[in-house]
C-alpha cells in the first residue's frame, strides 16, 4: 500500500497522465468529424477502444522510463528490498489509469451520441445488444485488453529500454497489429490451429465482445479470446519482472 500510494502521487503529477486523458478527448471528437455517425453504432464509439492502447502504451512506458531518465529508480531501490512490489504498484497504478480513460470515453460517447444522434436513448437502451455491447463489449473488452497492453509496455521498456520505440511499436500495435494477424492466417491456413494464438490476435477482443461475428476472423470463441488476453498478461508480468530484476542501474 504504501508503493501504491508512493506511485500513484507521481503518476497523479506526471504530464503525460494528462496529456493522455486530453489527447483521447481530442482523437474522439476527430473521430466525429471525419466518421459519419450512425445511430445503430455501439454506444462506446468514436474510435475509443483503437485510441485507449496506444494512449496505454505510451503512458505506461514513459512512467517507468522517468525513473532511469532521472535516476530516481535508485530511491526507490533503496527505500524497497523488494523490486516486485515496485514492479507491481506503478503495473496496477498504469492499469488503473486505464479505467479511468475507459471511464472518460464511456461518458464522453454519451454526451455526444446525445448531441449527434437523433434517436431517442429509450430506443437504443431498450435494444437488448446495445446494452450488451456497452457492458461486455467495449467497457470490460477494453478494460482486458488494456492489462494485455499495459504489461506489454512494461516488459518492451524493460527489453529495448528506449521510450520512443516502444512507443513506436506501440503505434504499429495500434494500426497494423490486427491486420498482420489475419494476413498470417489467411496465409498459412493450415496452421489457423496455432496462429490463432499469436499475440497480435488478442487485439480482436474488443470488437468480437461487442459483435460476436468477429470470431470468424479471429478463429477463437470469446472466452478463448479473454483467457489469451490474461495468459499473455501473465507472461508478460513475468519476462518483464525478470528483465527488471537483472536491469543494470
Not at 492502447?53 to 533503496?78: D, H, K
Amino acid at each position: 500500500m504504501t508503493s501504491l500510494r508512493a506511485e500513484l502521487f507521481k503518476f497523479s503529477h506526471q504530464k503525460s497522465a494528462q496529456t493522455g486523458i486530453l489527447i483521447l478527448i481530442i482523437l474522439m471528437i476527430y473521430s466525429i468529424l471525419t466518421t459519419k455517425v450512425n445511430s445503430t453504432q455501439v454506444i462506446f464509439e468514436f474510435g475509443a477502444v483503437q485510441w485507449i492502447p496506444i494512449i496505454m502504451i505510451a503512458v505506461g512506458s514513459t512512467f517507468f522510463a522517468m525513473e532511469y531518465q532521472n535516476r530516481t529508480i535508485l530511491i526507490l531501490l533503496y527505500k524497497s528490498t523488494k523490486r516486485w512490489q515496485i514492479y507491481l504498484a506503478k503495473l496496477t497504478i498504469v492499469w488503473l489509469y486505464s479505467l479511468v480513460l475507459t471511464l472518460i470515453a464511456t461518458l464522453l460517447t454519451i454526451v455526444l451520441k446525445s448531441l449527434l444522434v437523433r434517436t431517442p436513448w429509450s430506443a437504443l437502451i431498450s435494444n437488448h445488444q446495445t446494452l450488451l455491447t456497452l457492458l461486455t463489449g467495449n467497457v470490460i473488452g477494453t478494460t482486458v485488453y488494456a492489462l494485455f497492453i499495459v504489461t506489454l509496455s512494461f516488459m518492451l521498456i524493460m527489453l529495448i529500454k528506449i521510450n520512443v520505440a516502444v512507443i513506436g511499436i506501440g503505434l504499429a500495435l495500434g494500426f497494423l497489429g490486427s491486420g498482420i494477424s489475419v494476413a498470417l492466417m489467411e496465409t498459412f491456413t493450415s496452421l489457423i490451429s496455432i496462429l490463432r494464438w499469436n499475440p497480435l490476435n488478442m487485439i480482436f477482443i474488443t470488437q468480437q465482445l461487442a459483435n460476436p461475428a468477429y470470431a470468424t476472423v479471429s478463429h477463437l470463441s470469446s472466452f478463448e479470446i479473454i483467457g489469451g488476453n490474461l495468459i499473455y498478461a501473465a507472461i508478460f508480468v513475468i519476462l518483464g519482472y525478470g528483465l527488471f530484476k537483472k536491469r543494470r542501474i
